[in-house]
């Protein structure tokens, strides 16, 4: 039966793991955004209202993330029809979360809905990296995690080049978000344009370990290898604040790991269990809370599901 109006929900996610920079991600547990589109007559696209974003985004068509995501969708079915997009935005803006990419991803399942269902999950991947691709350019590690859920590698931006990996059962996360924005383009520009062939041997020597440690469900070696970033972090090092400190007290709390969340300046630490990541949370705010600095914290698991369309009364 045609409906004339879907919603969906995508998840938060975490891009590059520490150090698979652009090719690792994973979805999280509990939290993301939401759209609902519905067709209208008049062959224009339009943002009707977006809620949760303190009026920061961009309204016009070509500025948003969802509608630009959403217009790739509708070029390639070739519908001539405009369509209203309602964002529900449950991810702070520019915090490491995939909020670009949540809001992307949310519209193109709920069109994908609103039209029956035409593309799997993973085919809705180059409409989501339009909107994407806006924001902080052509890498999947936000987007493909936040369609298909699990922790994913990455290996380029086609559909072929997404791989799931395995979660451990026993994967905490705990999370800070301090109030500080760090846009993903400035967080880009800081990066390195080059590294010697030492580095890349290491670098690519802890993604190696990192994706074994996956397979073993071996979280000490996990954490050995998130930790390992010699390229990223150290350049995005001075953009998170206290990030030194809230490590030293996430490490004193129980973690097994911190690492910067996508571009930051959420940091995630991983956890061998509930309430540690609970602890570890708590431990990792008050570092903020005692330098008088706003933040959220969060603990948490992957999320195997993906975003989802949400059935209407
Ligand atoms: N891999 C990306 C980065 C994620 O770190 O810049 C943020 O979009």
């Known amino acids: 039966m045609a409906i004339s109006r879907a919603e969906a929900f995508a998840p938060a996610t975490v891009a590059n793991l520490g150090v698979g920079f652009d090719i690792l991600g994973l979805a999280l547990e509990g939290f993301g955004d939401r759209a609902v589109v519905e067709f209208q007559d008049d062959p224009e ?19 948003n993330v969802a509608s630009v995501s959403a217009r790739a969708f509708l070029n390639r079915i070739g519908e001539k029809r405009g369509l209203r997009i309602k964002l529900v ?3 702070p803006l520019s915090s490491g979360l995939g909020s670009s990419a949540a809001s992307s991803v949310a519209a193109v399942v709920a069109l994908n809905k609103l039209v029956g269902e035409p593309f799997t999950r993973e085919e809705l991947l180059p409409f989501s990296l339009e909107g994407e691709a ?11 995690p936040c369609l298909l859920g699990g922790i994913v590698l990455v290996a380029g931006i ?28 400035e967080a880009r520009a800081i990066l390195p344009s080059n590294v010697s062939l030492k580095t890349l041997i290491h670098q690519t020597g802890r993604v190696a370990q990192l994706v074994d440690a996956l397979h073993r469900g071996d979280l000490e070696a996990l ?19 206290f990030l030194a400190e809230v490590r030293a007290a996430a490490k004193r709390a129980g973690a097994i790991a911190v690492f910067i969340g996508g571009a930051g300046p959420t940091l995630c630490a991983l956890c061998d269990n509930r309430q540690t990541a609970q602890h570890v949370a708590a431990e990792m705010k008050q570092v903020y809370c005692e330098a008088e600095m706003d933040s ?10 993906g975003a989802e369309a949400i059935e209407l009364e």
């Open 134 to 144: 806006l924001v902080s350019g052509y890498h999947a590690d936000n987007v493909a």
């Open 223 to 241: 954490g050995g290898a998130m930790e390992g970033d010699t390229v990223v972090e150290p350049a995005r090092a001075c953009l998170v604040p």
């Open 45 to 63: 696209l339009v943002i009707t209202d977006i809620q949760g974003d303190g009026g920061q985004l961009p309204r016009e068509p070509e500025r």
């Open 158 to 185: 086609t559909v072929e080049a997404i791989r799931p990996l395995p979660v451990p059962e026993n994967l905490h996360l705990a999370l800070v978000t301090p109030d500080f924005p760090v846009p993903t383009n």
């Open 296 to 305: 959220i914290a969060r603990h948490t698991l992957v999320n195997h599901v």
């Open 89 to 91: 935005k449950g991810l």
